[in-house]
Nanobody, 124 residues
Framework: QVQLVESGGGLVQAGGSLRLSCVASGRTFSTSDMGWFRQAPGKEREFVAAINWSGHSTDYADSVKGRFTISRVNAQNTVLLQMNSLKPEDTGVYYC?????????????????WGQGTQVTVSS
């Protein structure tokens, strides 16, 4: 069983930055692909970024490319999401997710374990 705990959310003005963290329990983190998703009120959960088990491969939603950076520290069972130049449309609950697989996936249904989420609010 894998448990994921997100932190780092908060309220920030447009143009500001936040760094989200996700700490995983269990011994499979170093072999798991990790993803960040977000969900705004009244909208479906959407893909934000993903990183493979080694950290050598990443993928981003077009809406966050050039502004967000995903990284991981396997020795600390941690995946990070650095968010810069935040916009009001980035507002939502951000979820960390993990999966075992052979290639990065951008669909929520492909992920096996999820955290409880952390709220990010960007004011205009």
């Amino acid at each position: 069983q894998v448990q994921l705990v997100e932190s780092g959310g908060g309220l920030v003005q447009a143009g500001g930055s936040l760094r989200l963290s996700c700490v995983a329990s269990g011994r499979t983190f170093s072999t798991s692909d990790m993803g960040w998703f977000r969900q705004a009120p009244g909208k479906e959960r959407e893909f934000v970024a993903a990183i493979n088990w080694s950290g050598h491969s990443t993928d981003y939603a077009d809406s966050v490319k050039g502004r967000f950076t995903i990284s991981r520290v396997n020795a600390q069972n941690t995946v990070l999401l650095q968010m810069n130049s935040l916009k009001p449309e980035d507002t939502g609950v951000y979820y960390c997710a993990s999966r075992q697989g052979l290639r990065l996936r951008v669909t929520a249904s492909a992920y096996d374990y999820w955290g409880q989420g952390t709220q990010v609010t960007v004011s205009s």
